[in-house]
């Protein structure tokens, strides 16, 4: 199955692995890449230093196409990027600041580039700085999230009917349905994180993908909205913070609450208690730890009969 | 085209209107049913006296089944059930209380009931009373909604797969695209709210009207999120109590803030400053208002070329 996007990445299908903080390392990029997808390093947790060994790594590995994500808010965004075009990445997943921060630099280079986006008036603004894609992600997406709140629903076919280039959707799919649903709304591929955050080849903590299996849909949460919104699973830390923010709280009071280093701790050394659990609400509906493969697979196959048995 | 709901409602297209208080009328029902669809009541806004006229004028201008929507918390909710049943009305759609309240009565009368739920454990009890579909309604969907906010995309497909009687989906639908996405994600029909409230048969205010197509998607918003999620365009009113709300504010002080028949104010009188206009996130995307028969013809045709351009 191939769409223009497809195409243009060189990838079999349009499945993109989103690059996850503490979850995305060079082990998940290449097996996703090696299925036909394209995998995506999350560079928003790496030193210069990290990025480096997993880049090695990594292209070591697969002569497939691999990818980085970078939220432009790390303060090792702008040395990441000078590492991953060193190391002759060519796919730039951008996020968390303006487009046009680093795009012209990465075209004159030769590189795809896509940002990602939760509103409309931010996709117009992609499009403008010279992207090739925009990646449209609703309000279910795990992590971090736009102000705006706007469901995949709303928020995929609206980008779709606003850009000419092309739409990458994400938040909230999981599984073959999601895909088609994601196509049909106007989407030329996907970028699935959750789904492969919860795999085996994932870099996330074995008690943190427990959790993740264990938590059901109504215990993902968006929190931080006033601030730094933020979807993650409920538990002691979280619940926390949660209460103070309703009765209240002050951006000061939250950030005393917060300290440094909760996703670290939740995501990457396994405290499930007291680290942030960083997941998109469609974890509530998964059940498995499988392979990237089988995940890739499942999808392409989910997909196809979804499409199939579409009534006409 | 047609479904196995779609033949055991005997109506032509599976799209369902809403029964959305102040804007579902009989004119809106009646439309949305002689074009093929089944228009819904809303019966939450109406005193019996006032539904019976309803029923009078619906009946009275279509042979098409028409069907009405119950909040079971309205305080003529049981009254309401009542006249409808004298009128003969045989689809009932009730919300808002437990499917157990009324189901068997409604069944030993030969009447189509479906439940509207905001979660699978929702779902799960509504199948248990012997309901014959269940209405899923993901959190993008305008006025009162689940605390859960679980969205429409993570919803469907999650109901789909944990019930075996049909699936309605709503929240966030407003044309061909969204139906293939329902579709795909395992519905057997679509309910649309926001798309029938903005047109010409919605018995909402013009001023309503006027205020939900100049609304931006970031316009529209879930509050009253801890004590009775409610999703509206923030004006005035709305500011005001989710200020309230973000410092802290009691129910009883969030109680007094509303007072008492703001959606009436807003959405039937027009008061877009300080009435309640419910509405949902899509609204922000939708730019004129039709014919609810153009609604049904735009969306089934929008179906058909979604469905054809899905790349296999």
Redesign the interface.
């Known amino acids: 199955?191939?769409?223009s996007l497809s195409q243009c990445l060189g990838i079999a299908y349009?499945i993109i692995s989103g690059g996850m903080v503490w979850a995305s390392g060079w082990r998940l990029a290449v097996a996703v890449s090696e299925a036909g997808g394209l995998g995506l390093l999350g560079s928003g947790s790496m030193t210069p230093q990290v990025l480096a060994h997993h880049l090695e790594q990594a292209l070591g590995s697969t002569s497939a196409p691999v990818g980085i994500n970078v939220p432009l808010m790390h303060e090792h965004a702008a040395e990441n990027i000078q590492v991953a075009l060193d190391h002759g990445i060519k796919v730039f997943f951008t996020s968390a600041g303006s487009p046009r921060q680093h795009t012209e630099r990465l075209k004159a280079r030769g590189a795809f580039v896509a940002h990602v986006v939760p509103?409309?008036?931010l996709a117009l603004k992609v499009e403008a700085a010279g992207c090739d894609a925009v990646v449209a992600e609703?309000?279910?997406a795990g992590g971090h999230n736009g102000f705006?709140?706007?469901?995949?629903?709303?928020?995929w076919?609206?980008v779709a009917?606003a850009v000419r280039i092309p739409v990458i959707a994400a938040?909230?799919?999981a599984?073959g349905?999601?895909m088609?649903?994601?196509?049909?709304?106007?989407a030329s591929a996907v970028q699935v994180g959750t789904r492969f955050a919860l795999t085996k080849e994932s870099s996330a903590h074995e008690n943190f993908k427990a959790a993740a299996l264990l938590a059901?849909?109504?215990a993902v949460?968006?929190y931080l909205r006033?601030f730094m919104p933020t979807r993650a699973i409920v538990n002691d830390y979280l619940g926390r913070v949660m209460a103070a923010e309703?009765?209240?709280a002050t951006t000061a009071q939250l950030l005393e609450l917060l300290g440094r280093g909760r996703a670290k701790r939740g995501i990457f050394e396994g405290d499930v208690v007291e680290g942030e659990l960083e997941i998109g609400?469609?974890a509530?509906?998964i059940d498995d730890i499988p392979t990237a493969a089988q995940v890739v697979e499942r999808m392409m196959c989910g997909y196809?009969e979804?499409?199939a048995r579409?009534?006409?």
């Open positions: 199955m191939s769409t349009p509103s409309v008036k609703g309000t279910e705006e709140e706007i469901t995949s629903l709303v928020l076919p609206a009917s938040g909230g799919i599984d349905r999601g088609a649903a994601a196509m049909a709304l106007g059901e849909d109504t949460k968006l006033r309703a009765s209240g609400q469609v509530g509906h196809r979804t499409v579409l009534p006409v």
